[in-house]
């Protein structure tokens, strides 16, 4: 299992086929990317922020927890911070099990997880000037299904 959080750019399509190739006994591999949203053309950058140490340990923490509930071989959570634009790989899951019900599941529990639980505080970048992201009921609701 590995956590990278970092501000440089990633590729994901190279990051998976680095995973893939890694996950001896694996018989599915499931991937997300996440892209930073650009509603409407107005967002001139994303700033994402995190306490280094504290960020990994959590999601290290959520890993765990997808680990005890799906036979999972392997996972990997790349998420980014920094300044970024429109468009940006954001973050990116891979998670590799026997079978891919484990995969897809996992995968999904970490996408929610990540997106309503990581300690990241992201601020929106426009011509109206800066406006922090708040939480929203959708991503909340998602939870309620694990």
Known sequence: MQVVVQAK???AGAALNGFAA????AGAVVSFTGLVRDNGGRLAAMEIEHY???TEKAIASMMDQAA???ALVDALVIHRFGRLA???PIMMVAVASKHRADAFQAAEFLMD?????????KKELGPDGATWVAARD?????LERW
């Open 113 to 121: 997880y990540l997106k309503s639980r990581a300690p990241f505080w």
């Open 22 to 25: 890694g996950v001896a006994g």
């Open 9 to 11: 750019a990633f590729d």
């Open 68 to 70: 005890a509930r799906w």
């Open 138 to 142: 959708e991503d909340e609701t998602a």
């Open 52 to 54: 280094p140490g504290m």
């Open 86 to 88: 429109g468009g940006e």
